[in-house]
């Protein structure tokens, strides 16, 4: 019989405002978090839903891991805390902030 419940995960690419992703993200390695905003570091990326520093409420997150194993580890453990965060991949987002700062160059000129 066929599992219809069988879930995976899968990267899906939507447009975001980068500027709202900057100031909502938690950044995480392992257990630890860094806020995004204010870059307050040890955060507990399973408890802390908003900043205790600078009071910004987390809604995405990305990783330094490239390993799509801890990856997909980080997101089996938020699914079954029931904790809504949306993963970023953590290289799409520096270059669209780059591509940003590219823009903003050019204006000048
Ligand atoms: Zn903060």
Known sequence: MEDSSRTKFVRVWSQLQVDDVKKHMLYVDD????CGNCKRLGLNYLKDKS????KTIFKYMATNSKNP????KLLTRIEK?????TMIDRDDFERSNASD???NLFKKL
């Open 69 to 72: 194993a801890d990856v997909a």
């Open 101 to 103: 700062a590219a823009k």
């Open 31 to 34: 257990l630890y978090g860094t």
């Open 51 to 54: 900043c205790p520093e600078c």
């Open 81 to 85: 805390e029931n904790i809504q965060l």
